[in-house]
C-alpha cells in the first residue's frame, strides 16, 4: 500500500469537498442545515464522478477514475432506479395524482438516490477512506467539546430546542430535521435524552458507532481517543437500546471474523459447545429474560413499533402486495398516530412499495454485506466495511434509512471506496495470471 494512502491530508479536490463537510458537521447542525448538505454533497460528488468517467484521460490526473464501475455499485444504482420506478408504479396504482408524485419523486432524489450516488462517487474517484477517518474524529472532538454544555442544559433550565431553520421550506419528512436542540426529554420517564446532532436520539446512538468504527481505523492516538470518546458519549447520551447492541456487534465482530477461518477457532468452539451442552436449558432461560427485560425497559416504544410493522405487513399483503401504497399512511390512536410504515425499513418498504422495492434494496445490500464479510475474513481492511453494513442492517429494522442517510454519507462513501479497491484487487489477480500463463515455460526454452 503506498505511503501517500494513508495521509489523512486530502490529496485532490474531491478530498477536500468530502473531509472540509464533514469537518464542519456541528457547524452545519447548529444552522439547521444538515439535511440540505447531505443529498448536495451526494450529488455534487455523483456529478464529479459521471463528469470523470465522461472524461476519462481528459480529466484532470487527481480527479481520474482508477478504473470501472464496481458490479456491486451497478446493484445499488439498479436498485435504486427500481425503487423510483416502483414509486410511481404505487402513485399510479392509488391514484395520488402528479402533485403527490412530484413530491416523493424528490423525496427519493435526498434519500434513496443518495444509497446509489455515494458508493458510485467512492467507487469512481480518487477518494480515500483515511482523510474520512479523520474528518469524522475532528467531529468526535467538536463533540466532546460541546458535551458539557449539552449535558448540563435540562439542569440549568437551557430550552430543549434552540430553534427550527428556515431551510425547512425546502421540505422534508419533518420539522425535526431542521431544528437545533440541545436535549430532549423522554415522554415515557421524563429524563433527558441527548441527540447530539441527528433528529432524535436512537439515531444518534447508530451514528454515535459509526464514530467508533471509523476512530478505531485512525492511526493517530489522539485523535483516535477524540473519535472513540465522542461516539461512545453519543452511544451512551441517547439512551438507545439498539446502539448499545449495535456497539458491541459492529465492533467485536469484525474483528472476531477471522478468526472462524483458523482451524483452532473451531476446536475452541466445538470443546465450548460441549461445555455449554449442560448450561443449555439455564442459558436459554436466561436469555429469555434478557430479551424481556430488553424490551421492558421502553415498554411503549416496543409495543408502538410491534404494532406498526404488524398493521403494515397486514395491509401490504391484502392491498398492495407488488408496488406497495405509494406513501405512508396516517396511523390510529393505537399507535400514538405514527405513521404506517415508519419506524422500520422492511416493513415500511413492503407497506410503501411492495416487494419490488423490498428486494431493491435487499439484493444489493446482501451483495456488499457479503463483500466486506469475505474482506473482513481475509484481512483488516474490511473490518470498516463490515462495520458499517453491520450497523445498516441493525438501522434497517428500527428506522428508515432512505430518510436518514443525508447522516450516513460517509459510510455510504467509504462502501464504495471499499467496493473500488476489491475491484482493483480482482483486476490485479486476473492480470498476475494471464501473466503467468502467458509466460514461456523452462523446457521450451
Known amino acids: 500500500m503506498p505511503a501517500d494512502s494513508l495521509s489523512p491530508h486530502p490529496a485532490n479536490p474531491a478530498e477536500r469537498l468530502v473531509a472540509s463537510t464533514l469537518r464542519r458537521t456541528w457547524i452545519f447542525y447548529g444552522l439547521g442545515a444538515l439535511y440540505v448538505v447531505g443529498p448536495v454533497i451526494a450529488w455534487l460528488l455523483g456529478a464529479l464522478a459521471v463528469v470523470s468517467l465522461y472524461l476519462g484521460p481528459a480529466m484532470r490526473r487527481d480527479l481520474r477514475t482508477t478504473g470501472p464501475v464496481p458490479p456491486v455499485v451497478w446493484g445499488w444504482i439498479v436498485g435504486m432506479a427500481v425503487m423510483l420506478v416502483a414509486l410511481w408504479a404505487g ?48 467531529v468526535g472532538l467538536w463533540t466532546l467539546i460541546l458535551l458539557p454544555l449539552l449535558f448540563a442544559a435540562p439542569y440549568i433550565g437551557l430550552p430543549e430546542r434552540i430553534f427550527t431553520s428556515p431551510l425547512k421550506a425546502v421540505g422534508g419528512p419533518g420539522p425535526e430535521y431542521f431544528s437545533v436542540y440541545l436535549y430532549t426529554l423522554d415522554p415515557a420517564s421524563w429524563t433527558p435524552r441527548w441527540q447530539f446532532f441527528a433528529p432524535w436520539s436512537p439515531f444518534a446512538g447508530l451514528l454515535g458507532v459509526t464514530m467508533v468504527l471509523f476512530a478505531l481505523e ?42 472462524v477461518i483458523r482451524s483452532w477457532a473451531w476446536m475452541v468452539a466445538s470443546a465450548l ?38 398493521i403494515a405487513e397486514e395491509r401490504w399483503w391484502t392491498e398492495a402486495k407488488w408496488f406497495g401504497h405509494g406513501t405512508v399512511a396516517p396511523g390510529p390512536h393505537l399507535v400514538e398516530y ?50 458499517l453494513m453491520l450497523v445498516f ?19 455510504l462513501l467509504v462502501l464504495g471506496i471499499h467496493a473500488r479497491e476489491m475491484a482493483a484487487d480482482r483486476r490485479e489477480r486476473v492480470r498476475r495470471r494471464r501473466d503467468v500463463h502467458g509466460c514461456p515455460s523452462l523446457d521450451a526454452a
Open 91 to 138: 402513485h399510479l396504482d392509488w391514484q395520488l395524482g402528479a402533485g403527490k408524485t412530484i413530491k416523493s419523486s424528490i423525496g427519493w432524489a435526498k434519500g434513496w438516490a443518495l444509497l446509489a450516488l455515494l458508493p458510485f462517487a467512492g467507487a469512481v474517484l480518487p477518494i480515500r477512506t483515511a482523510p474520512i477517518v479523520r474528518a469524522q474524529c475532528v
Open 218 to 259: 485512525e492511526r493517530h492516538r489522539g485523535w483516535m481517543v477524540a473519535g472513540l470518546l465522542g461516539g461512545l458519549a453519543m452511544v451512551l447520551l441517547s439512551k438507545s437500546r439498539m446502539s448499545l447492541v449495535a456497539l458491541v456487534v459492529c465492533t467485536m465482530g469484525p474483528r472476531l471474523l477471522p478468526l
Open 273 to 310: 459447545a460441549a461445555a455449554m451442552a449442560a448450561l443449555a436449558v439455564p442459558l436459554i432461560r436466561s436469555a429469555g429474560d434478557a430479551v424481556a427485560a430488553f424490551k421492558a425497559a421502553r415498554a411503549d416504544s416496543t409495543r408502538v413499533r410491534e404494532t406498526l410493522q404488524r
Open 338 to 387: 405514527m405513521p404506517i410504515g415508519s419506524h422500520h425499513t422492511w416493513y415500511g418498504l413492503l407497506f410503501v412499495k411492495g416487494i419490488v422495492g423490498f428486494c431493491a434494496l435487499l439484493v444489493p445490500m446482501l451483495w456488499q454485506l457479503a463483500l466486506a464479510l469475505k474482506d473482513a475474513a481475509l484481512g483488516p481492511r474490511g473490518r470498516l466495511p463490515l462495520g
Open 393 to 411: 442492517v441493525i438501522l434497517s429494522f428500527g428506522e428508515n434509512i432512505e430518510i436518514e442517510a443525508y447522516l450516513l454519507w460517509p459510510a
